[in-house]
């Protein structure tokens, strides 16, 4: 089997060593030879092009985007699913190769580290963060107060307002303690501020806790690892409007009130209708306010089946957001929500609509991925 040109001159990534595969290296200069099998099998039993078995002319895949990011200063990471890790060779191919960053898409929820009271189940999380470090990745953990993905024990509880508080301190410390010192920036608390009327989210938390529980959990999360970097991370908050006002106000007054806030996320799951034209004033006002910038969960969502056109379209808008993020010396990272449209949450989310991710199904790259690493490769050095 043809040895693609990427493979000759970077390691292995670490699941190449695994009982799966048997890798032949031979060490010199350039040349690592990697038995793979020829197609990866999902626990489905479909078999797929592993992203391993194309050339770099074919796959488009070069050095990849970590190595080029790296020269930028930002960071470019992605989502990771908990399934796709477990069961896909490609999967972890690319995601070992292509990112300096990985994000816990589901890993590190509520329902799933601690489903029944006092349970705890590390095992994906587990499963990510050793991935990260034995591929030498930061981890983002994602996320530790959010009004989604509680497990039901939370969620339809009938506990009072001091022992929710309780709770969620409990949860917080827990969690960023397990983990203190290898998870390098929290998304503390998601989704805050409601989608109309410019104020907080009425959830759980905020219901019960009244607005404190921002700061609260902020701190709560610092005392556990005063190491780790404290983002809040929201959605539809990318350009000046009633939202991004909104949380405004409230990093303005946590940082004020000398709250351990670090950055903030802008998850930035877009269309192409999506009007970006306030983006870069947008970032510049938060990073303005001592703040770190990460775009945390970038995707840019087509009517399904998308065009050509709309792949070129769709490229537009990653590079644009990547060169907003270029432009603000405070951004420091640039996650996708995901990779491969063959785990996209969009789908799922928004039906007759998908393709949003930097490659297809079958590990193929689309316009947004060469023109984001055309991006980085042009970007000079911060
Ligand atoms: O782990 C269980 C598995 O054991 C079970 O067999 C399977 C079927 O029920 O469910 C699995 O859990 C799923 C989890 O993803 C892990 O894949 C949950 O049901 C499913 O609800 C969950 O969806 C995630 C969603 O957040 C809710 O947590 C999506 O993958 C994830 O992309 C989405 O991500 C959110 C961000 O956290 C916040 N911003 C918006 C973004 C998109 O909604």
Redesign the pocket.
Known sequence: MRVPMRLRAIRPPVWALSGATVVVALVSATVVVTLLSGAATTTAGATEATHSNLTERESGVGSGLRHRGRASGVKIGT?A???AMAENGAYQAVLSQEFDSVTS??QM?W??VEPARGAYDWT?SEALVRFAEANGQIVRG??LV?H??LPGWVANGTFSPEQLRDLLREHIQTVVGRYKGRVAAWDVI??PIADTGGKLRPSLWMTALGPGYIADALRWAHEADPGAKLYI?D?GVEAVNAKSDALYNVVRGLRRDGVPVDGVGF?S?LALSTNLTTLDANLRRFADLGLDIAIT?MDVRLPLPATPAQHVAQAGLYTRVLQACLAVARCVSYTV??FTDRYS?VPY?YPGWGDACLFDATYQPKPAYQQLRQLLVDSPRR
């Open positions: 989502a699913q908990p399934a898409e589901s929820k329902d799933i994906s994602h996320t959010w989604d993905a998601n989704e991370n959605y998850q799951h969960e929500w995901g949450w989310a």
